[in-house]
Nanobody
Framework: EVQLVESGGGLVQAGGSLRLSCAASGFTFDDYTIGWFRQAPGKEREGVSCITGSHGRTYYSDSVKGRFTISSDNAKNMVYLQMNSLEPEDTAVYYC??????????????WGQGTQVTVSS
């Protein structure tokens, strides 16, 4: 059974940092791509970043480029999202998701339950 479990969300002041973690199980990590998405109240879900398991290629949305860094530990089936210089606009529920093959474009097949990130001004 594929499972994705996010952790690391919380409340932080603008300019601060958080590191989100995604623990993946039930599949061969190297064959999958892991993406981070977020959804703020009243807004559509937005793709934030992704990393391919086999080659470690990364993608960032323009809104987070230069501030967020995605990384993975394939041996532990973990993906991390280091978020620096956080802004109130980054407030959202953050989800990790997984899909087969080394391609960041949706759709994704499996989703975690999400973790709340709140950035105060």
């Amino acid at each position: 059974e594929v499972q994705l479990v996010e952790s690391g969300g919380g409340l932080v002041q603008a300019g601060g940092s958080l590191r989100l973690s995604c623990a993946a199980s039930g599949f061969t990590f190297d064959d999958y791509t892991i993406g981070w998405f977020r959804q703020a109240p009243g807004k559509e879900r937005e793709g934030v970043s992704c990393i391919t398991g086999s080659h470690g290629r990364t993608y960032y949305s323009d809104s987070v480029k230069g501030r967020f860094t995605i990384s993975s530990d394939n041996a532990k089936n973990m993906v991390y999202l280091q978020m620096n210089s956080l802004e109130p606009e980054d407030t959202a529920v953050y989800y990790c998701a997984a899909k087969r093959w080394a391609l960041c474009a949706p759709p994704y097949d499996y989703w975690g339950q999400g973790t709340q990130v709140t950035v105060s001004s």
